[in-house]
Every structure is written in structure tokens, then in C-alpha cells.
């Protein structure tokens, strides 16, 4: 098989990351509950909250934080409690800690992958804390490059395409998102590889669309082996 190029996501699709997230949610839930609001009016606000925060402050665990906060604040109004935001933060603070559990089958496939083709990690985020969670991933040595932007959106995948001088052809990107990784990817004229995970974010839910590139769809990272 001729090399390809293998643009390849991170959260949830190299290790967990939106379980973690959704825990704190849950919990977060929990903690207001006593004021009186139904639970998944609870999550609508914080949805909302989130949305705006990502536009003006990015994604990532302190736009987060400050997500919760908020909508703890907008629910509480006057009964807000300072220990209650604190509570807050320190549940933030505890998240920002937990170590990437990689998922199954990733160390071996990365090794495989790599041997025959180019692998370029590509996740968005807050560059610190992203980069942070490669390192500490302890997968960094089988990308050839690790590529961290804000948004990944067709922008995005062409100034990869540019910088990277991959042929549109030969190149695929992999991922768990049809918002972020499918769609922009097969737009700005890759093929792609969807790897459906039971918890991706709400924020991330898509319909896939079509390109010009293939798509194919596997059900663990392991069956990348059987593409390339
Ligand atoms: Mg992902």
C-alpha cells in the first residue's frame, strides 16, 4: 500500500475524555438539584452557557469551569453560595488532574500505523493543557507532528493540508466527532475514518455529510489495522 498521510484526533478517540466530563456534570447536577430545577433543564442552561463560553474564552477544562460557575450563579441568583462555588472549582480542579486513560488497543495500533504511514495528531483545544495531555499520554513518538488549533473547521484542515503538503488523496482523518473531524475533514477534501464513542459530547453530535473523499466506518481504533 501506497503511504498515506493519517491526521488522527485525540479525545475520545486516543483516550477517554467526555466520560470524565460528564461525571462532573453529573455531580455538578446533583449539587443543584435543592434549588429546585429539573435535571435536564439544569444541563439545557449549562449547554447554552457552554456554547457562548467556547465562542469568546475556547474549549477546554478552565472554559469549563467557568461554564459551571456561571450557570450555577444564573440558577442560585441571590441563594448563590460561595462554598458552593468553591465545591465548584474544586471538582474543575480534580478533572484537570485525571491522568488520559488510553483507550484499548491504541499503544499497538499507533506502533503499526506508524510504521507504514504518517501520523499527524490533530485536536483542538487550549494548546497548554492539549499538549500537556499528548505528553502525558506517553504516545507523542509516533507522530511524525502534533497539530493543536481552537476550532477544526474546514479552515483548519486546509491549512494543515498546506502546511503538511499532504496529498488530499492519500490523506484521512480519524476521529470520533462528525462536527469536528468527519465533516470539515471530508469538505476540505480528505477521506476520512468515523470511530463512533458512546460518549461523545453533545456539542460534537453531527449529521455526517458527504464529500469527495471515502468514508469508512469502523467500531474500535484496532480496525484501523484492517485499512491501512
Ligand atoms: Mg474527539
Known amino acids: 500500500m501506497r503511504r498515506h498521510t493519517l491526521l488522527i484526533d485525540a479525545d475520545d478517540t486516543l483516550w477517554e475524555?467526555?466520560?470524565?466530563f460528564e461525571r462532573v456534570i453529573e455531580?455538578?447536577?446533583?449539587?443543584?438539584e435543592p434549588l429546585g430545577y429539573a435535571r435536564d433543564y439544569t444541563r439545557?442552561?449549562?449547554n447554552e452557557t457552554e456554547r457562548r463560553n467556547i465562542r469568546q474564552h475556547g474549549y477546554g477544562v478552565r472554559s469549563f469551569?467557568?461554564?459551571l460557575e456561571e450557570t450555577y450563579l444564573k440558577l442560585a441568583g441571590h441563594m448563590a453560595k460561595r462554598n458552593t462555588v468553591e465545591q465548584v472549582a474544586r471538582m474543575v480542579r480534580e478533572l484537570e488532574s485525571t491522568p488520559p486513560k488510553i483507550l484499548d488497543g491504541v499503544p499497538e495500533t499507533l506502533a503499526y500505523l506508524s510504521s507504514?504511514?504518517?501520523l499527524i495528531l490533530f485536536t483542538k483545544g487550549e494548546a497548554a493543557e492539549q499538549?500537556?495531555?499528548v505528553e502525558r499520554s506517553g504516545l507523542q513518538g509516533f507522530f511524525e507532528a502534533i497539530e493543536i488549533v481552537p476550532e477544526k473547521d474546514v479552515t483548519a484542515y486546509?491549512?494543515?493540508?498546506?502546511?503538511h503538503r499532504i496529498v488530499k488523496s492519500h490523506g484521512w482523518m480519524v476521529g470520533n466527532s462528525p462536527r469536528s473531524d468527519i465533516n470539515p475533514a471530508l469538505q476540505a477534501g480528505l477521506n476520512a475514518v468515523f470511530i463512533p464513542h458512546h460518549a461523545t459530547w453533545e456539542l460534537e453530535?453531527?449529521?455526517l455529510l458527504s464529500g469527495t473523499g471515502k468514508l469508512v466506518i469502523v467500531s474500535t481504533f484496532r480496525e484501523l489495522r484492517h485499512h491501512f
Open 131 to 133: 499538549a500537556a495531555k
Open 205 to 207: 453530535h453531527s449529521e
Open 65 to 67: 469551569g467557568r461554564s
Open 44 to 46: 439545557r442552561i449549562l
Open 17 to 20: 475524555n467526555n466520560v470524565f
Open 158 to 163: 486546509t491549512g494543515l493540508i498546506n502546511r
Open 27 to 32: 455531580d455538578f447536577i446533583s449539587l443543584v
Open 116 to 118: 507504514r504511514h504518517r
